[in-house]
């Protein structure tokens, strides 16, 4: 007999089989593939395809990718949950629940890839302003999603409320004084929550949103998702082409080739693209969707400690908090600081 996760991850891979068939049968409009064109253009560029190959399928590879993507950080993710959940000895229903969470993570991403190029939230129009963490709670409580799962009534807000905050820097660190508190019996499905309640569902929260960013760090290093974009949009703000090739120190025809321009006029686009080999990294602006990815301070480079309560080495210093460190001094401090955390990390989760 399967687990309630066991039970419920096979209608989730039965989700994410639709997703994909979606994106299959996609059809762009031309107003699309302009906007998928820097992606083709960057492949193109770096001899990962040919000219001959249409942008349209270019663009459903690259979103059947951000799907797959997704797919592997959130098993790497539950399987971390699990092992956590283990070592410290909570029962097998809070495990249950704990991996369940953190199977629904990122819900949302799913539904993205198959309406974005990205996965920045503020780019995608089917979120409308609201994050993927947002999103996702909307899809699993607000739409019932989760009455489509084999999954207690009692358990859908706890995994919806983990799902909503596992994005933020600043939840509350409430710590359980024994793991017998952690008790989903505990766990009623209201939204007024009891004292157990906040701190089964605050504990579920943060265990799911620091292995969420464990393996975030993870993909930025290993090049599964870059830390830096090939490229980045430029907004005109009714500049010339010429303006901005002199800003970047572009080629005009360069610039017109890379993002699909027959002429000089910019007048029905509000975005161009600009390679990032042209942009100097003294000035590349780490996305803020991608800086809230990392450790921003003492207390959420502690915040894991709840699940341990072990000191954590290397990673209490505020990177992007050192004012006397230039851009790339500060992005090479990052990187050494997220490969040596990844190494401790790696070690204690054996």
């Not at 693209?273 to 990392?294: A, G, M, R, T």
């Not at 851009?327 to 090479?332: D, G, H, S, V």
Request: one cysteine or more.
């Amino acid at each position: 007999m399967n687990s309630l996760y066991e039970t419920n991850k096979e209608l989730f891979n039965k989700y994410i089989l639709k997703c994909k068939d979606k994106i299959e049968k996609l059809n762009f409009n031309n107003k699309e593939l302009q906007e998928g064109f820097a992606i083709y253009q960057d492949l193109l560029n770096k001899g990962l395809i040919t000219g001959d190959i249409k942008v349209g399928d270019v663009i459903k590879d690259h979103r059947l990718n951000m799907a797959k993507v997704k797919e592997n950080h959130t098993y790497r993710v539950v399987n971390d949950t699990e092992t956590i959940c283990n070592k410290i000895e909570v029962n097998n229903d809070f495990t249950e629940v704990a991996k369940l969470a953190s199977l629904f993570h990122d819900i949302a991403r799913f539904p993205q890839a198959i309406t974005s190029n990205t996965f920045h939230d503020k780019e995608c129009k089917l979120f409308n302003g609201l994050s993927h963490a947002e999103y996702g709670y909307k899809m699993l409580y607000i739409d019932k999603m989760l009455n489509d799962y084999q999954i207690p009534k009692e358990y859908h807000y706890a995994l919806a409320l983990a799902v909503l905050n596992h994005q933020k820097n600043n939840s509350s660190n409430i710590h359980f004084n024994d793991v017998k508190e952690l008790d989903v019996n505990f766990l009623k499905g209201q939204e007024q929550l009891s004292k157990q309640e906040f701190i089964i569902i605050s504990t579920l929260t943060q265990l799911v949103r620091d292995v969420d960013k464990i393996d975030i760090l993870y993909q930025h290093i290993t090049g599964e998702f870059p830390v830096v974009r090939p490229f980045i949009k430029y907004e005109i703000n009714g500049k010339t082409l010429d303006e901005i090739c002199s800003r970047y120190n572009i080629d005009k025809e360069i610039l017109k080739n890379y993002n699909n321009l027959e002429n000089d006029n910019l007048e029905n686009r509000k975005y161009i693209n600009i390679p990032s080999d042209y942009v100097d990294l003294n000035k590349l602006v780490v996305p803020s969707d991608i800086k809230d990815s990392f450790f921003q301070n003492k207390e959420d480079a502690k915040s894991i400690i709840i699940i341990s309560n072990q000191p954590l080495k290397g990673v209490e210093t505020n990177i992007f908090m050192l004012p006397e460190l230039s851009e790339k001094e500060k992005f090479i401090a990052q990187i050494e600081t997220i490969q040596a955390f990844l190494q401790q990390r790696k070690g204690e989760l054996k």
